[in-house]
Nanobody, 130 residues
Framework: EVQLVESGGGLVQAGGSLRLSCAAS????????IGWFRQAPGKEREGVSC????????YYADSVEGRFTISSDNAKNTVYLQMNSLKPEDTAVYYC???????????????????????WGKGTLVTVSS
């Protein structure tokens, strides 16, 4: 059974940090790109970051560039999203998703809110207080 399980969300003050985890199972991890997405209440889903688990290439949305860092531990089939200097506007449910297509296509998908990604987790809530 394919699973993506996010964890690490919570309540943090503005300026603080959180590290999200996305644990994958049921598929060949390093054949997939993994993306992080977020959706705030009343807003469309937004692509945040993406990583090629095979070679470590990364992509970041402008809104998080320089504050968030995506990484992959292939031995643990887990992708992390280190979030620093958090802002109230980062408040959202964060999801990870896996894409079997080439990394460049996965990046395009990430910029389009994850259209066509193969598998999705159920999300973890991040709340940043001002």
């Amino acid at each position: 059974e394919v699973q993506l399980v996010e964890s690490g969300g919570g309540l943090v003050q503005a300026g603080g940090s959180l590290r999200l985890s996305c644990a994958a199972s049921g598929f060949t991890f390093d054949d997939y790109a993994i993306g992080w997405f977020r959706q705030a209440p009343g807003k469309e889903r937004e692509g945040v970051s993406c990583i090629s688990t095979s070679d470590g290439r990364t992509y970041y949305a402008d809104s998080v560039e320089g504050r968030f860092t995506i990484s992959s531990d292939n031995a643990k089939n887990t992708v992390y999203l280190q979030m620093n200097s958090l802002k109230p506007e980062d408040t959202a449910v964060y999801y990870c998703a896996a894409d079997r297509r080439p990394y460049t296509i996965a990046v395009v998908s990430t910029t389009q809110g994850g259209y066509g990604m193969d598998y999705w987790g159920k999300g973890t809530l991040v709340t940043v207080s001002s």
